[in-house]
């Protein structure tokens, strides 16, 4: 294959690194967030067990597994949002915000009022913020119109804009491009990458889908079990600018993540292809 797109790995090897958290006095941003030894217990069974994971200023972190493994229960965790039964979470941020799987818009507010709930600045600063946050992710027609006008994908883009909009320190993002098409998730994970490097936040990124978990973070938590626990982390061996340009290479980082998935599985459970 001559197309320049592509990667021969055959050519050029790419070496995927497996390893716990490094240390923390490592070379990496400020930490801004630490969890040690986490549980959340629920009567059903399902939760998180003894997690220890920390996220670092201007770190993407992309948490993906089975359904029931607790992805969604460790973003609430941090958002506290649910209390531990057990361990500490140090939270060392000031401003967190957060990208549900539905937007939860007020429906008696436009999509710039709704945007502009989170911003504290003077009223007509808020206004301006909050349609500059909609034209982020190609909303600036809608900024008037109302939830019951807008389609679900635009829905979640106004909950994005939202997020972004508070200017935080750590960004959670649950599912959020769940219900966008191929084209639009593409362009909301390059504005997510360039508000990561522009403003140095960190991002902590949970996804059933490892296309969008490899094309966009720097490092891969696997979970899986029930309560859920950490089963391995990867580190992405591409450079943010370099994950377009070698689709072959990204493409076996993603094999290894679903590896790790699938054998976090349970014994005799449906494995995918």
Same mark, same amino acid.
Do not use: C, K, N, W
């Given at each position: 294959m001559n197309d320049p797109r592509y990667c021969d790995l055959r050519a050029c090897p790419l070496q995927v690194e497996t390893r716990r958290p490094p240390a923390l006095d490592d070379t990496r941003g400020e930490r801004l967030l630490a969890l040690d030894g986490v549980c959340r217990h629920f009567e059903a069974g399902a939760g998180v067990q003894g997690v220890d994971l920390t996220v670092h200023r201007g770190e993407i972190l992309g948490v993906c597994g089975a359904s029931g493994c607790g992805k969604s229960t460790l973003l609430r965790l941090v958002a506290e949002r649910e209390t531990p039964t057990a361990g500490r979470i140090d939270r060392r941020f000031e401003r967190l915000g957060m990208v549900f799987q539905e937007p939860h818009l007020l429906p008696w507010l436009s999509a710039r009022d709704n945007v502009a709930l989170v911003r504290r600045d003077h009223p007509t600063e808020n206004r301006q913020?909050?349609?500059?946050?909609?034209?982020? !992710?190609?909303?600036?027609?809608? !900024?008037?119109?109302?939830?019951?006008?807008?389609?679900?994908?635009?829905?979640?883009? !106004?909950?994005?804009?939202?997020?972004?909009?508070?200017?935080?320190?750590?960004?959670?993002?649950?599912?959020?491009?769940?219900?966008?098409?191929?084209?639009?998730?593409?362009?909301?994970?390059?504005?997510?990458?360039?508000? !990561?490097?522009?403003r140095d936040i960190a991002v902590v990124f949970v996804s059933h889908d490892v296309r969008e978990v490899t094309r966009l973070c720097d490092r891969v938590v696997v979970m899986g079990g029930s309560p859920g626990r950490i089963l391995d982390q990867l580190l992405n061996p591409l450079p943010h600018d370099e994950r377009e340009s070698r689709p072959g290479a990204l493409a076996r980082f993603e094999d290894q993540v679903l590896e790790a998935i699938r054998d976090g599985q349970p014994d005799g459970a449906a494995r995918g292809p």
């Open positions: 913020a909050a349609a500059e946050a909609l034209a982020s !992710v190609g909303l600036q027609h809608a !900024v008037d119109q109302f939830p019951a006008q807008l389609s679900g994908g635009m829905r979640q883009r !106004v909950g994005i804009a939202r997020a972004l909009a508070a200017d935080p320190d750590l960004l959670l993002m649950d599912e959020p491009f769940s219900s966008l098409d191929y084209f639009t998730t593409v362009d909301l994970l390059e504005l997510v990458r360039r508000r !990561v490097l522009e």
